[in-house]
């Protein structure tokens, strides 16, 4: 039987749009209660797109991409931080607070904006992407650089959050979880059963954490008739899931996921290794490339850190370890938009020319009619 409040959520989905919201579209999976504000940019819904270019360079026959940097925010952070935004104001919060790489910090700066409540975001200084600190910017958050990397924001976020009348919205936060898990609903609603593979990038291991209880819920429900094998792509100068232990100083080029000490370690470590999938590093070279594959054979322009995911898979594939008719599906966590430095050099000047069109017809060879 539904609850009051699925039911009032469900209301709310009727008006025949899509991209209600997961709040409306996945009421029944989610810790609402009749209290609970229906809060809505219009997150989750993004593209599955069978990817057969791509596929054939990682070497397996049936890939699909989720594009998480469709949100409104251009990242899956939108899932769980709706849910997480909600509840901090149906407990009665007017301020949230995060430590981020950049993403986190977009997604609730937008969100607070959106529900009338007040953002603060804690950034490692000089390591954020320029559109995610632009993000957080103009939605109006109190955005304060510390001289210290992710895992030192995350604590002084804790112990503010701790000490004083802030809801902290890290993945820590178990709505945060609860949200992203829909990113797992939405894959097997879309492709009728679980895929055999999904592979994602961990920084603070939230995500895989989330997307394993996803697809264990399905399962349960009988929506999935198994739950897939988790591939964890970090990157090798922040791997402390590969190597065991935390990293004091990590680095690479792929900032959503310079983390040395995840806070959901041991739910991350769990997700992967009861799926029989292991987690892998990328070195930055690897990354890059696999950034570069993507959009060029597929259209697809993810930020670097979700393309860590797609090298993952092609060295588990190449290695043998995931075999090519299994299927696939990688988690493409944010738009490349929000790092235009990586996208196009510093020394990148494509200068200017004359605007005639038979010299430049003439340049690129084209053929008159
Ligand atoms: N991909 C992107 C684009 C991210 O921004 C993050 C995390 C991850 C993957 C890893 O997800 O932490 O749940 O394992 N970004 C966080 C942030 C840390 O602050 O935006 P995770």
């Known amino acids: 039987m539904r609850s009051e409040a699925s ?4 209301d709310y989905a009727t008006d025949g749009r899509t991209r209600r919201g997961v709040l409306a579209r996945y009421a029944e999976l989610l810790p609402l209660t009749a209290s609970t504000p229906h809060l809505s940019l219009g997150e989750g819904d993004t593209p599955l797109l069978a990817a057969p270019r791509l596929a054939e360079w990682i070497g397996v026959n049936d890939l699909h991409l989720k594009y998480e940097g469709a949100n409104p925010t251009g990242s899956f952070k939108d899932r769980g931080m709706v849910v997480a935004v909600a509840k901090a104001i149906e407990a009665g919060s007017t301020t949230i607070i995060c430590a981020s790489t950049g993403n986190t910090s977009a997604s609730a700066a937008a969100y ?11 950034l490692p200084a000089g390591n954020v992407a320029r559109g995610k600190l632009a993000q957080a910017v103009v939605a109006g958050a109190t955005v304060i650089m510390l001289d210290c ?8 976020a804790r112990k503010l959050a701790r000490d004083y009348r802030v809801a902290l919205v890290n993945s820590v936060n178990p709505h945060r979880i609860a949200g992203q898990k829909t990113g797992a609903f939405e894959i097997c609603d879309e492709l009728g059963d679980a895929p055999d593979v999904v592979a994602l990038p961990v920084g603070n291991g939230g995500n895989v954490t989330a ?29 402390p899931l590969v190597l065991g232990a935390p990293v004091l100083n990590p680095e690479t080029v792929a900032t959503a996921i310079r983390i040395g000490n995840p806070a959901s370690w041991d739910s991350a470590v769990s997700a992967v290794t009861d799926s029989g999938g292991c987690f892998v590093a990328i070195p930055d070279d690897a990354i890059l490339e696999a950034y570069h594959k993507v959009v060029e054979m597929e259209g697809v322009f993810c930020e670097p850190a979700s393309a860590a995911g797609i090298a993952a898979l092609r060295t588990q594939v190449r290695s043998g370890a995931i075999g090519p008719s299994l299927s696939a599906v990688c988690i493409l966590t944010g738009n490349g938009l929000k790092d235009p430095d990586r996208a196009t050099p510093e020394s990148f000047n494509p200068g200017s020319i004359a605007a005639d069109a038979s010299t430049i017809a003439a340049s690129l060879g084209f053929v008159g009619r």
């Open 7 to 10: 039911v009032k959520a469900t």
């Open 112 to 122: 607070a904006a959106r529900a009338g409540i007040r953002a603060v975001v804690l």
């Open 149 to 156: 990397n992710f895992d030192g924001a995350l604590d002084v």
């Open 211 to 239: 997307y394993a209880s996803g697809f264990a819920t399905y399962r349960t429900l009988n929506r999935a008739s198994h739950t897939p094998i988790f591939i964890g792509a970090q990157a090798a100068g922040a791997a």
